[in-house]
């Protein structure tokens, strides 16, 4: 045989066009035309009419229907498992031809031994099964996935296996494929706690995953429980608003999306549930989900909860910040202005402890409604109420401005105030108070921590769109670890409280704020002991009214 290692020996195909196939040996070698049959040729006519033996009681139908059905078959001795013969389907299937597959056994195809082999098919006899799921190997080294199906027949009182032979490779590679997506969806299902659910219309019964059994307190071993058992575990309040949204759902394929509450069928625990689901007319089913939502349901009870207590205590805020503008600041007002008047000698003149005495009065007074108005600034920007009236003012004169209130503060340290605003800072559209605050704020605290007899620098430029304004003085300077605490309301630097200076901790903070309201921004440089330089940006132009 050409290819398959057997020299001088024709193949099968060759000896049909020689021989009738119906006709036996003796007849072949008692015939003229068998006068100079070779040895060899006989041994394979004799190999091809055995093989073919079967399919010679039937005729050329039978044997036309198994060489070419398109079925991989076999034909298998089960005593030596020997393959007996194979049709063209095998043979192109396995990668073999005819010769050299009908010189096999079948474990030269099953990767398992053949003791394995043989109990596999004791187990499938004892089982009463005729199919096995086997490995087959091919001529070009693949391994495939097999199921196999094989009947026993009877040929010349000898008992064969007729086995047709499946390639399941692809399904199997599927069926692992779709296990590992359940797997996925059982361990999402239950680290959700959502289930899924089928009802079907026809029967009236539903099926379900474990984890929505489970929410609903059934066993996981019910498979399909009956709609109606389902339902009684349902609020009966929850009922008709569920009713209807089904056939709402069937009638007009509106959305079925609603919430309701039960009672666990197991423990009669009460849970708030979600359930979402669609219709398939086609099928006439309900494919739907259920989700365990009573945690969640809780906590956006505490939320709300926590906001109700939350908008009151903001309106008692509100309340009280009113009450202390009205009856702090006016009182004040007028402690502060008596005191000035006193100070001023209007009503006659004061000995030197008097005069300190009340000098004491107004300075606290001040600072008292100082930190009045900066708590009720900071409140009104942290309860969104805090207006930026924006309008057009040149910078340079609000700056020459705020110099002036700032002037006393100085003259008092002895301190030089130097101002370098560049040309091209002029005109800007900015609320003009707030803009004065920050600068006054800044100004401020740079006199406060400048040594005496030193200077503060203000200066201005143009950078884009934007103005830079910085307040830089000489005195002790910040920490790097003290930086970031600055612009904290009501707080004050280690450095700061070891001077002893008297501060509310607002005006930092305020000025942050302010700057943030006007989309800019405030930083720092400083070394300790070296002085700092505080710095601000805002854009030229503004939106007209912003309420913040």
């Not at 597959?101 to 079948?106: R, S, V």
């Not at 000025?511 to 309201?517: G, N, S």
Request: glycine share 6%; charged share 30%.
């Amino acid at each position: 045989m050409e290819g398959a290692g057997f020299d001088g020996v024709r193949s099968k195909a060759e000896l049909d066009t020689s021989y009738d196939s119906s006709q036996t040996l003796d007849t072949i070698q008692s015939s003229d035309s068998g006068a100079n049959i070779e040895s060899s040729d006989v041994a394979c006519v004799n190999e091809y009419l055995s093989a073919d033996r079967f399919f010679m009681e039937k005729g050329d139908v039978y044997h036309s229907l198994f060489k070419y059905n398109k079925a991989v078959t076999l034909l298998i001795n089960p005593e030596n498992f020997e393959i007996i013969d194979a049709n063209n389907a095998a043979c192109d299937y396995y990668g073999w031809p005819l010769e050299v597959i009908t010189h096999m056994k079948i474990h030269d195809l099953n990767i398992l031994p053949p003791d394995k082999v043989l109990e596999e098919m004791q187990n499938a006899v004892a089982e009463k099964r005729n199919y096995f799921l086997f490995r087959h190997k091919l001529a070009n080294g693949q391994i495939r996935d097999v199921e196999v199906y094989s009947s026993p027949v009877i040929v010349n009182s000898q008992q064969l296996l007729y086995s047709i032979v499946h390639d399941i490779t692809e399904r199997k590679k599927a069926e692992v494929e779709l296990h590992k997506r359940n797997m996925q969806l059982r361990t999402a299902q239950k680290i959700g706690h959502i289930g899924s659910w089928e009802l079907n219309l026809n029967s009236g019964m539903m099926d379900s995953s474990d984890e929505a059994k489970r929410i609903y307190g059934y066993d996981t071993d019910n498979e399909i429980l009956p709609l109606k058992e389902v339902q009684s575990v349902v609020l009966p309040e929850y009922r008709p608003m569920m009713d209807e949204a089904m056939r709402e759902l069937i009638e007009h394929f509106s959305p079925y999306d609603v919430q309701y509450r039960i009672a666990r069928r197991n423990d009669g625990a009460i849970r708030d549930i979600h359930s979402v689901a669609e219709y398939d007319a086609e099928k006439n089913i309900v494919i739907g989900t259920i989700q365990d939502v009573t945690e969640r349901k809780k906590t956006e009870d505490a939320l709300l909860h926590a906001k109700i207590v939350a908008e009151a205590a903001n309106r008692s805020k509100d309340e009280f910040l009113a009450t202390m503008s009205h009856e702090l600041r006016t009182p004040l007002t007028s402690v502060i202005g008596f005191s000035d008047v006193l100070l001023d000698r209007t009503f006659g003149d004061l000995d030197e402890k008097q005069t300190r005495y009340v000098r004491h009065i107004s300075d606290a007074g001040k600072h008292l409604l100082k930190l009045i108005n900066d708590v009720l600034d900071i409140s009104k920007v942290e309860a969104g109420k805090m207006e930026l009236l924006v309008e057009e003012f040149s910078v340079p004169v609000a700056i020459d401005e705020v110099q002036v209130l700032l002037s006393p503060l100085a003259k008092k340290k002895h301190i030089k105030m130097e101002v370098d605003i560049e040309p091209e800072v002029n005109i800007i559209n900015a609320d003009r108070t707030k803009f004065k605050q920050i600068l006054y704020n800044l100004g401020s605290n740079a006199i406060k921590f400048a040594p005496e007899r030193s200077s503060v620098d203000i200066s201005g430029k143009l950078m884009g769109s934007v103005i830079v304004i910085s307040v830089e003085d000489s005195g002790i300077g910040i920490s790097e670890e003290d930086i970031d605490k600055l612009f904290h309301p009501f707080t004050q630097l280690n450095s700061y409280l070891a001077r002893d200076q008297k501060g509310t901790g607002l005006g930092l903070a305020l000025v942050r704020k302010f700057v943030e309201l006007h989309e800019g921004r405030v930083w720092v440089e400083s070394r300790f002991g070296e002085g700092s330089k505080f710095s601000f940006s805002i854009p030229v132009r503004a939106d007209p009214v912003k309420v913040c």
